[in-house]
């Protein structure tokens, strides 16, 4: 019985040495680290937001010689082509929040947040599926980098994926003088990626298949044994 055991035990693990991952997965984004030392071809103009609040900054790279430093209010958004309906794709992101600036100086909350956003477009750049807003930064701990990930399934008529980073406020009165000076949390932004999901080449399970097939008729001839 001991000796099957092992048969059993190197089969699978002779199987599971075949199950190898696909090569990984171009990242669909384009200056995803901000390597280039400018921001192109990210984008700051979207509706609503205050461009011209970012740099890239060499002083807290995630990796690399650069990151995206936000030291105000405001977004930065990319489109990344190639999308195909029906696929799994895999977003992965990094951000350092800095400590303090969440109180206006008369101690309210000012309201500020940090966060991710992805959404699909079709072909003539109209949104398609329902937006995915990614957890708040604000939750994680401060001070260090944390990677943020996410798999998504790209729904009928997707054929781009928009990533949009940054901060947004909820509870400004920019009348009331007794909130004082607007402060908001330092943040750096790096190493985005968007890629199709990795999985195990179909070949591989099909080759697991037939070693486990073989070796059926030799558990069955030692277990009447």
């Known amino acids: 019985m001991k000796q099957l055991t092992r048969w ?5 693990a002779v199987g599971a040495m075949f ?18 030392g400018v921001f192109t071809p990210w984008s700051q103009n979207a509706p ?7 740099a890239v900054d060499t002083s807290n790279p995630h990796s690399g010689l650069g990151s995206a430093h936000l030291f105000f209010d405001g977004g930065t958004w990319q489109t990344a082509g190639g999308i195909t309906a029906g696929s799994t794709y895999t977003f992965s992101g990094w951000d350092f929040l800095q400590s303090g600036g969440d109180l206006n100086p008369n101690g309210t909350a000012n309201g500020w947040g940090s966060f991710f956003q992805l959404q699909f477009l079709n072909a003539s750049n109209a949104p398609v599926g329902g937006q995915v807003s990614i957890a ?16 998504l399934v790209a729904p009928t008529g997707a054929t781009q994926l928009r990533l949009l980073f940054g901060t947004f406020t909820s509870n400004i009165n920019p009348i009331d003088p007794s909130q004082g000076v607007h402060t ?15 999985v195990p080449e179909p070949g591989t399970y099909a ?9 059926i008729p030799v558990i069955r001839r030692r277990i009447k044994a």
């Open 8 to 12: 059993v035990l190197a089969t699978l």
């Open 19 to 36: 199950i190898v991952p696909r090569a990984s997965a171009a990242n669909l984004l384009s200056n995803p680290g901000f390597e280039s």
């Open 48 to 54: 609503g937001w205050n461009p011209g609040n970012w």
């Open 136 to 151: 708040l930064q604000d939750t994680l701990p401060r001070d260090q980098w944390n990677e943020t990930t996410k798999n």
């Open 184 to 198: 908001v949390p330092q943040s750096w932004w790096d190493d985005m990626s968007i890629t199709l999901a990795t």
């Open 207 to 215: 080759m697991l298949a037939l070693g486990l097939g073989m070796m």
